[in-house]
């Protein structure tokens, strides 16, 4: 009922190799373990500089839950090293090597939900950190990493969710139209996740949390307003139409729909917490896992998610909030290549330059539509202003008929996604 997306596995293409680093035993911390203390309410680390190269941290859990301390990239979201599920009244040493650059570290008390005590820690010049040469090392740090970012946005796209259904069940219909493009900024970065596993099924979730009307009718040779469609459609796009859409064919019929609704997306994303977390067994009692095995595409399959479809604002159709899908594709291409970003430049420094070229580019046209943020998340402005969309779930329009700007994306996008694919052969052959 959905065009097709790229598995979970396929992201792993370009995913975080921090852990399996090789710079020798000659580097040094000058003056031994950073301190680290961590509460249920502060992260505080005793120093946010150090030379590149090997660097030892003593993390001590003051608080009263399990906690986890984690070294992100300058964006956020990228996670270089971690230590999970440090007791309360325990202390641990977390080692790693990092290149020159920003960083930030940042505690999550019971792993889940936002991060506590973000704090930037800068890495000097120092010892030279290297990629180790060690094929099974770098697999299985590309699997602990992108599990533990899925694991990251899923507890926060749970809390999101709550939020959000807790507004509009509520009545307050402004704020869960302003919440709603920000709750789903961390679904769209772990979407392929939903799609690949499931409850019953692979890919159940996503179609139970993020079925476009389009594509029910298409399946069902059904208009889109149709009535007996309506009532099979759920997710984030069925309280999207209740919230933005013109036709009031859309419209739910009283506040206990809205009510049930709600109810059901919260405990269908749940669901999906809950199986990331392996709190339950996907289908055929198969845990929750990613594999390099599966590995067909790379990161590209996010920018194309956005230039096969979200281009011409079929994904948001009602809210026309696509840019925040835009920009939420953006940061899960981000995350996958940064982690193998080292080894492109080492082998295809030209190739390297263009996807550096490419991320940068796209992004300083986002933040040219950028109107505010909330939650720290940034808000865009209506997509129906700078670009011919579908509305409504109505006919979507045709290259023709795209604005100046709409083409710009397009073109950037796709630039940037070819060079992408490129990058599956130079890792992984």
């Known amino acids: 009922m959905r065009k097709p997306l790229m598995t979970a ?6 995913l975080g190799f921090s852990g399996c680093v090789d710079n020798g035993s000659s580097a040094k911390q000058a003056e031994g373990p950073l301190k680290v203390t961590i509460t249920d309410t502060e992260c505080k680390v005793s120093g946010n500089t150090a030379p590149s190269g090997k660097i030892v941290f003593k993390v001590t859990n003051e608080g009263t839950v399990p906690n986890e301390f984690e070294i992100l990239a300058a964006d956020k979201l990228q996670i270089m090293s971690e230590k999970e599920n440090i007791g309360p009244g325990t202390s641990v040493e977390l080692t790693t090597a990092l290149g020159e650059g920003e960083y930030f570290t940042a505690c999550k008390p019971n792993m889940v939900g936002a991060l506590v005590g973000d704090a930037k820690f800068t890495v000097t010049k120092g010892e030279e950190v290297q990629i180790s040469a060690d094929q099974k090392k770098v697999e299985e740090a590309a699997v602990a990493n992108y599990t533990a970012y899925v694991k990251d946005q899923t507890g926060i796209l749970l809390d999101k969710t709550k939020q959000f259904a807790q507004a509009y069940q509520s009545g307050d219909m402004d704020t869960a139209r302003k919440l709603y493009p920000v709750a789903r900024v961390f679904y769209e970065r772990i979407e392929p996740t939903a799609e690949a596993f499931g409850i019953e099924e692979p890919g159940d979730l996503d179609g139970a949390l993020d079925l476009r009307i389009q594509d029910l009718a298409n399946d069902e040779h059904k208009q889109v307003t149709d009535p007996e469609l309506l009532k099979q459609w759920t997710g984030w796009h069925r309280i999207e139409a209740d919230l933005f859409a013109q036709d009031p064919a859309f419209k739910f019929q009283d506040d206990a729909a809205r009510k049930a609704e709600a109810e059901l997306l919260v405990k269908n994303t749940q669901a999906l ?14 845990k929750f896992t990613v594999s390099l095995e599966d590995v067909t595409t790379g990161a590209s399959g996010l920018l194309e998610e956005v230039a096969l479809g979200k281009i011409v604002g079929e994904e948001e159709t009602f809210s026309h909030t696509d840019l925040s899908d835009f ?9 996958a290549y940064g982690n193998v970003k080292p080894l492109v430049e080492a082998k295809d420094p030209k190739l390297a330059e263009k996807i550096d ?24 402005v209506d997509y129906s202003t700078i670009a011919a969309v579908q509305k409504d779930a109505g006919v979507a329009p045709g290259d023709a008929d795209y604005t100046a700007e709409q083409r ?7 630039g940037l996604a070819e060079n992408l694919a490129k990058v599956q052969g130079i890792i992984l052959h």
């Open 9 to 14: 596995s396929v992201l792993l293409l370009a």
């Open 273 to 286: 917490y809950d199986l990331v977390y392996d709190k339950v067994d996907g289908p055929n009692g198969k």
């Open 327 to 335: 920009q939420a594709n953006l940061d899960g291409a981000r995350v």
């Open 357 to 380: 070229a490419g991320f940068k580019e796209i992004q300083g046209m986002l933040d040219s539509h950028r109107n505010g943020e909330v939650d720290g998340v940034p808000t865009f």
């Open 408 to 414: 710009k994306f397009s073109d950037a996008v796709n």
